[in-house]
């Protein structure tokens, strides 16, 4: 290696241990951002790579404000404080069953509109559960970071990074079906049951089993009618397989114009409510992906993927899809998802294994607070509720249930055959 892939490579490094770490409390944006501009102002990667680098992200972009501006239109318009009502007096005094409402809800999101949108719609309606209900809402709150991650393979479209990593070439539907219905089947039902039981504690703490019943307003019909929409414009594009980015887009730019005119408020005032930050900090990571990807490190992993996939493909589908969930939580499984699908395009290695390089960039990051782009955001969206989770208080509990659900997704795919 050079010293000028040495560089590079330290640069990268340091950029993602801010995203990770936040020294001094400064957002995660701020590193990845940081980490791109030394890249070309040390003229380390030319200008047009950083470029190429960041428009190579547009649909991911694209993507996230349309979701972002979903979510903001239904929690300015009542719809998450009327699902928080609905949720706790179903759970009638129960922490445990509005805790399952959760997740389940967190099931349904998840698989029809993506981990992302787990993260920036349904979060903010858990955190208006708990507070009506007066209960600890860490448990719930956690339910909706690892349900993001467990249920991401559901369906192409549950996550964006099923899609980065067949990098436009989806099995059909059915094909995907086969594959993955029973490994993420029993990766969701084993996330649950370990969260479940390490937050039995505070799960046995009562609620309260009524609150007053709040209509809801035209706003927040309107904004629940463009969120369903959506997922099912979602699921129609995906079937199709077409970039998601655009159409998630339009959509949550056509909701929250629709909304905001029909509940006479200023759309300028949603823009200011989002956290825009995301986007600098996905930007940032792909133009450090795009000089990682300069120093040969690709071609080295589709050789030693090729190689081991040759000898034994059992033993490199386990080895792949175990290393890559580890490696999310290192790098985050956005550019880690990206480095993998570059390798696999190369390696032209069995189906086998590049489902479970899936499984792993998928169920991986729920090891760490920082291994998917869909925890990144429900972090922010907690921060701004008033809570906050550090990186060890998450581990704790990722520790446990991202190896549980990933051996056992693994498993269940590979007797799939």
């Not at 330290?10 to 995660?28: C, D, K």
């Not at 609905?86 to 922490?95: E, F, K, R, Y």
């Not at 033993?315 to 990206?338: E, R, V």
């Not at 550090?390 to 055959?417: D, E, N, W, Y």
Request: neutral net charge; contains cysteine; glycine residues 10%.
């Amino acid at each position: 290696m050079t010293f000028h892939h040495e560089a590079i490579w330290a640069i990268a490094i340091l950029a993602t241990a801010g995203v990770i770490i936040r020294p001094l409390r400064v957002p995660e944006w701020v590193w990845a951002v940081i980490g791109a501009v030394l890249l070309v102002l040390t003229g380390l990667i030319p200008l047009s790579m950083a470029g190429a680098g960041l428009l190579k992200g547009g649909d991911v972009y694209l993507f996230l404000i349309g979701m972002m501006l979903l979510s903001e239109t239904a929690r300015a318009n009542g719809l998450f404080d009327w699902i928080a009502t609905w949720a706790v007096n179903h759970a009638a005094g129960s922490t445990v069953k509005l805790f399952t409402l959760v997740y389940l809800a967190g099931v349904v999101v998840t698989t029809f509109m993506s981990n992302d949108a787990t993260a920036v719609v349904l979060t903010p309606a858990v955190f208006a559960a708990a507070t009506k209900a007066k209960a600890d809402p860490l448990p719930l709150l956690f339910a909706c970071a690892l349900v993001a991650n467990a249920a991401s393979f559901v369906l192409p479209v549950s996550n964006p990074a099923n899609l980065v990593l067949y990098d436009g070439a989806l099995p059909a539907l059915g094909s995907w079906m086969v594959s993955f219905a029973l490994p993420s089947l029993l990766a969701i039902v084993t996330t649950y049951l370990v969260l479940r039981g390490m937050e039995r504690t505070h799960l046995r703490q009562e609620c309260a089993s009524q609150v007053e019943t709040i209509p809801l307003t035209l706003g927040g019909k309107a904004a629940f009618g463009g969120i369903v929409l959506t997922a099912l414009l979602l699921v129609t594009v995906s079937a199709f397989d077409r970039p998601l980015g655009l159409p998630t887009a339009l959509a949550g730019i056509g909701t929250a114009l629709g909304v905001s005119a029909l509940a006479r408020r200023s759309p300028i005032a949603l823009m200011r409510d989002i956290s825009w930050g995301v986007l600098p900090l996905v930007g940032g990571l792909f133009v450090l992906v795009a000089a990682v990807e300069s120093t040969g490190l690709v071609g080295e992993i589709a050789r030693l993927l090729q190689h081991t996939a040759n000898a034994n493909p059992v033993t490199a589908a386990w080895g792949a899809g175990t290393l890559l969930a580890f490696m999310s939580n290192i790098m985050n499984n956005l550019p880690a998802g990206l480095i993998a699908s570059e390798a696999v395009a190369q390696a032209h290695v069995p189906r086998l294994v590049i489902d479970n390089l899936l499984i792993g960039v998928d169920l991986g990051p729920n090891l760490s607070v920082t291994g998917s782009l869909a925890t990144i955001l429900w972090l922010q969206v907690i921060r701004r509720g008033g809570e906050d989770v550090g990186f060890l208080q998450f581990l704790k509990i990722g520790a446990v249930a991202m190896p549980v659900a990933l051996f056992t997704a693994l498993g269940a795919r590979f007797l799939v055959g």
